[in-house]
């Protein structure tokens, strides 16, 4: 975790030495572009998401935009306030987790059900390519139900980004980590997908998909 300890006494050296003021602002950015990245790099139900789109060819580049978006929406409302919201009214939290909850535990089903198939994902037999409507409330879904995301984004990225010398910048570094890792993620994946485009690996990317969906939901339910 890095530390902030300093971000006072460089507040105050600026307050003396507005040449400063870049450097400290620098110093903002790149805090909140290292915390952003160690958050999101880890597995999750969004990066199964987007990666799961990308493996398909669907949509991919919109989902990687929206959680962008999202992302750095969430980070901002965090550091400019939502933060202390949430602490202050746990209520708020118990209603997301059994939402997200309810939503992980479906689109599980979903996932396990078409890599139990003969074919699945974008090879399933008679699905289609869905629309870009439904992909991306899909994302949106999996992006706003999953209470980790008002957990590690709001609470912790924005309470940590609320200490900061020049909010504004951390909010720009947290968002610059988003949108480097989902793009490398989606288009990453697209990449990929003519040498994974085998039903059998389209059915253990749609289990690991259930299975990461299903691990979130216990997780939820033993933290309620």
Do not use: K
């Amino acid at each position: 975790m890095i530390d902030f300890s300093y971000t006072g006494n460089l507040r105050r050296i600026a307050s003396q030495n507005p040449d400063l003021d870049t450097l400290i602002m620098w110093q903002s950015y790149f805090n909140g572009l290292l915390v952003a990245l160690g958050l999101i790099m880890a597995i999750g139900t969004q990066n199964a998401f987007v990666l799961a789109q990308g493996l398909r060819r669907e949509h991919h580049v919109p989902v990687a935009l929206l959680c962008i978006f999202c992302d750095a929406v969430l980070v901002a409302v965090g550091v400019f306030g939502l933060a202390s919201v949430l602490m202050q009214n746990p209520t708020l939290l118990t209603v997301a987790r059994w939402g997200g909850v309810l939503f992980l535990t479906w689109y599980g089903l979903q996932a396990l059900r078409r890599a139990c198939a003969r074919q699945s994902l974008a090879h399933g037999a008679g699905q289609g390519t869905r629309s870009r409507r439904a992909v991306l409330l899909s994302a949106l879904a999996v992006t706003l139900l999953n209470p980790h995301v008002y957990l590690d984004t709001v609470l912790l990225i924005g309470s940590l980004g609320a200490q900061q010398s020049v909010p504004g910048a951390y909010v720009a570094g947290a968002a610059s980590a988003s949108l480097m890792w989902f793009s490398a993620l989606a288009i990453g994946a697209a990449w990929l997908a003519p040498w994974l485009a085998r039903p059998t690996t389209w059915r253990l990317v749609d289990l690991m998909v259930a299975v990461m969906m299903f691990s979130v939901a216990i997780q939820l339910i033993r933290n309620v």
